[in-house]
């Protein structure tokens, strides 16, 4: 086991980097929640981040001072809405309720996995909803990695002490998932748990239809895409993206719509665009964060075709590294 660990770890090539982040800088544009940040990243790649003091990890800001961060030139970034649900099977508006994946959900979030097995994922962010947290946890199981995915719980202190883990190589060999209720499901207001052929029967096609898909008319009490975006893009923007920008490998399993409105922003589609884009559940989309741009790559195909992982280096080496660490397991 101890030989085995230590070929690893000659095989990978791993970058340090440190960042400190003063409390004080906050944005005071937006209402938004920011953290005091001390965060160490020993691992590009298969890193965890960890404080130092008590072993726990904290999400970067957006106000990390640019010259503390180390440059790096390209991240990956996976979207995964997930697998089939309890309720997309009975066609049912689900929204913020928290129902489980299918038997089919389970199958094709593993075959998300599959696809996206060759590719770095540093860290996972999950809205707090169990169909997603169960397709991200599904999927990584697949990975070739071959990390512990370790859901974090900061929910209050004592669950952030009760967490903690006492090994570096433990750390090292996990990838923290971060649940964030901002990544959760449009909220459907009065139409959760309605059927949504009878509610178009009821209201009409037409009225049913801007109601999933407008970009400002919001169902009976419930969010627009817009309002859904306000709180999912600028969750993005402030926790995520600043991972990117360190060079982070960032997956991130959620919903149709919070999916929706980072893919709008990701692809600078307008409000006309985003009516027309649908997500099927389980196909995974990866994008290539570089020089502060996003580039679409599509939806990875399969482990052993060539496909997406001939579009960058990165990720081309990526995979020679885990080719080339899987025949020293199997010598
Ligand atoms: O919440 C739901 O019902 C679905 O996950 C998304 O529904 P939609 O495709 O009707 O927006």
Redesign the pocket.
């Known amino acids: 086991m101890a030989t085995t660990a230590m070929s690893h770890q000659s095989i990978v090539s791993f970058i340090s980097l440190r960042f400190k982040i003063n409390s004080s800088l906050i944005h005071t544009s937006k209402k938004r929640n920011f953290c005091k940040i001390e965060a160490m990243t020993s691992q590009t790649e298969t890193s965890v981040s960890y404080n130092n003091n008590n072993n726990t990890l904290l999400s970067p800001s957006k106000n990390i001072p640019e010259t503390s961060l180390k440059k790096t030139n390209e991240a990956a970034l996976i979207l995964i809405?997930?697998g089939e649900?309890l309720?997309?099977e009975k066609n049912?508006?689900?929204?913020?309720?928290d129902v489980p994946l299918t038997e089919k959900g389970v199958e094709e979030a593993i075959e998300a996995g599959k696809r996206i097995s060759n590719i770095p994922v540093d860290v996972i962010f999950t809205s707090s909803l169990i169909r997603a947290q169960m397709t991200a946890m599904l999927a990584m199981i697949q990975h070739r990695r071959k990390k512990v995915p370790i859901i974090l719980h900061d929910e209050n202190e004592q669950a952030k002490t009760w967490s903690q883990v006492f090994s570096e190589e433990t750390k090292n060999q996990s990838i923290p998932v971060i649940p964030a209720w901002q990544l959760n499901?449009?909220m459907?207001g009065e139409?959760?748990g309605l059927n949504?052929q009878e509610t178009a029967e009821r209201y009409g096609k037409q009225q049913v239809h801007e109601?999933?898909?407008s970009y400002d008319i919001p169902p009976p009490k419930g969010e627009s895409l817009e309002m859904c975006a306000e709180r999912a893009v600028a969750y993005f923007e402030d926790n995520i993206e600043p991972m990117l920008a360190a060079g982070k490998n960032v997956m991130i399993a959620a919903?149709?719509?919070s999916l929706?409105s980072i893919i709008m922003y990701l692809d600078k589609l307008t409000s006309q665009e985003v009516i027309s884009l649908?997500l099927s559940t389980g196909i995974p989309l990866l994008y290539i964060f570089k020089d502060g741009k996003f580039m679409k790559r599509g939806s990875p195909v399969g482990p052993t075709e060539p496909g997406v992982y001939a579009y960058t280096k990165g990720l081309a080496q990526y995979r020679q590294k885990l080719e080339a660490e899987s025949e020293v397991i199997c010598s």
């Open positions: 809405r997930h649900s309720w997309n049912l508006f689900t929204g913020c309720v499901e449009r459907y139409l959760q949504k109601w999933r898909r919903h149709g719509n929706r649908e």
